[in-house]
């Protein structure tokens, strides 16, 4: 017959199977209240002087904080930082750029060559889980402005050949008038002189 265990060995097993399963719900119910965050356009493409919306959508249990910075080769830059329902915190170089979402969402006015780059959200929830997302914008020239120009500049020079040509048609319609008035005077002058030729014969 083997000997009982002692009852405060058995009582300080089941103590940290308590805690252990404790903790599991815990964490469970942590994962549950995270963040999920979706981007339904990761890369854009736009022209310049385009208004851009940089969409994004989260959820999550509370208010959390939203976050965006601006990403290119000379550095990392933040552009705003709010929770939804708040006065947004926007840097001085997007001031008057910039107009935020509840939804996490920012739109940027008039954009550049200089706004081409890497956007990063951070979505914070209050008790301190979080979650990363970017999207690549490319910001190029609008074609069809030089294209304009090319355009006026052959309409400016087909002009200017124009007029040339209707100046060197005046100038020849004037110059064979002048040639034709021309021979008939010397025509007239070699007719007077055989008639006086005559006359005097």
Sequence with gaps: MRPRPPRGRRRSRGVPLALVVLGLASARCLQSQGVSLYIPQPSINAT???????????????????????????????????KPGTQANVSQSHRDRVCTFDNGSIQLFSVGLSDSGYYSIKVTERLGSSQFGT???????????????????????????????????????????????????LKESKSEEIELQDVEC
């Excluded at 940089?54 to 290119?72: A, D, F």
């Design 135 to 185: 999207i690549i914008l490319h910001v190029s020239e609008i074609l069809y402005e030089d294209l304009h120009f090319v355009a006026v500049f052959l309409a400016f020079l087909a002009t200017v050949a124009a007029v040339l040509i209707s100046l060197m048609w005046v100038c020849n319609k004037c110059a064979y008038k002048f040639q034709r008035k021309r021979r008939h005077k």
């Design 48 to 82: 310049v002087r385009e208004d851009i919306l940089l969409s994004v959508e989260y959820s999550c249990v509370g208010v959390p904080t939203i976050e965006w910075k601006y990403t290119t080769n000379w550095g990392e830059q933040k552009i705003v930082e709010w």
